[in-house]
Nanobody, 119 residues
Framework: QVQLVESGGGLVQPGGSLRLSCAASGRSFIILNTYAMAWYRQAPGKQREFLAVIGSDGSTRYVDSAKGRFTISRDNVKQMVYLQMNSLAPEDTAVYYC??????????WGQGTQVTVSS
């Protein structure tokens, strides 16, 4: 069982920035470091949306709406994943979830952290 705990959400004005963190545990660092780590979000009344993923080799991929604004990174020693979000807009308001995906088998989800973009 892998546990993921998100933090760093909050209220921010349009154009502002937030840095989300995800702490992973429940497996050895050797195993966890083989997982792809991702961020998703879910706005009220909408489906959960993929935002960004970072592989074990550090390669990244983003949804179009996140490109140029969001940056995903990971610290394999600290077992942490981050999402730096810049130029935030009201449509970015959502619960943001961390996801861990092994090479095989089901993935794991955190409980989410609320991000609200409002003036």
């Amino acid at each position: 069982q892998v546990q993921l705990v998100e933090s760093g959400g909050g209220l921010v004005q349009p154009g502002g920035s937030l840095r989300l963190s995800c702490a992973a545990s429940g497996r050895s660092f050797i195993i966890l470091n083989t997982y792809a780590m991702a961020w998703y979000r879910q706005a009220p009344g909408k489906q959960r949306e993929f935002l960004a993923v970072i592989g074990s080799d550090g390669s990244t991929r983003y949804v179009d709406s996140a490109k140029g604004r969001f940056t995903i990174s990971r610290d394999n020693v600290k077992q942490m994943v981050y999402l730096q979000m810049n130029s935030l807009a009201p449509e970015d308001t959502a619960v943001y979830y961390c996801n861990a995906q092994p090479r095989v088998g089901p993935g794991y989800w955190g409980q989410g952290t609320q991000v609200t973009v409002s003036s």
